[in-house]
């Protein structure tokens, strides 16, 4: 059988094939299903920080975004970030981790726009075991209206701030989610790198 074996940004997985941040991917019984099956890595559902609850959509997840003529053009995630406590993902990704040390692990975070909530937070994934963060600047519902993803994403000045408290209070690789929602994604990808980010997805 070929070596699948990926290493991206330092990380290591026994191939390349990974789980985006998504209901999928929201909790313990689904990451070591996953893993079960084969995937090389997952992308833990964004995470935030401990604060006002986050409400949820019960029911369909997902929305259908239709042609002219009706055909179906895309589906796309209404769910807003995880609205399950910051401590039991905790916990749950450091059982993972530990039960499966070859898989890649790394953890969506979408938390307030300042430096103490990122150093915070940021300590709290290191002590998992995590192998890297996933900085979720992408997702343009729900959440922008608290100041957070596509509300910094859209601001190249916040991505490079942002990013540089990651490099500066982690170990950990980082990644940063764009959103498509702007005119030019080279301004924001270029904040990134300006700011140390390892990779932007």
Aim: proline share 7%.
């Amino acid at each position: 059988m070929a070596d699948l074996t990926t290493n991206f940004i330092g990380i290591k997985s026994p191939n390349p094939f990974w789980l985006a941040s998504a209901p999928p991917t929201d909790k313990e019984y689904n990451v070591r299903r996953a893993f079960e099956a084969g995937w090389g890595g997952v992308v833990w559902k964004t995470l935030g920080s401990e604060g006002p609850p986050v409400v949820n959509v019960n029911g369909p997840r997902y929305g259908v975004v239709y042609g002219a003529d009706r055909r179906v053009l895309g589906i796309n995630n209404i769910e807003l970030i995880t609205d399950r406590p910051l401590e039991v993902n905790l916990r749950e990704i450091k059982s993972v981790k530990r039960d499966y040390p070859d898989r890649a692990l790394i953890i969506s975070l979408m938390v307030p726009c300042d430096e103490d909530s990122w150093k915070d937070i940021l300590a709290r994934i290191e002590d998992t075991g995590a192998d890297g963060v996933e900085l979720n600047f992408g997702c343009p519902h729900g959440m922008a209206e608290r100041g957070m993803g596509s509300a910094v994403g859209q601001v190249p000045e916040y991505i490079e701030m942002v990013t540089r408290w990651v490099k500066q209070y982690s170990r950990m690789p980082c990644i940063v989610k764009l959103t498509p929602n702007i005119t030019d994604i080279r301004r924001p990808a270029e904040a990134a790198k300006r700011g140390g980010a390892d990779a932007v997805s």
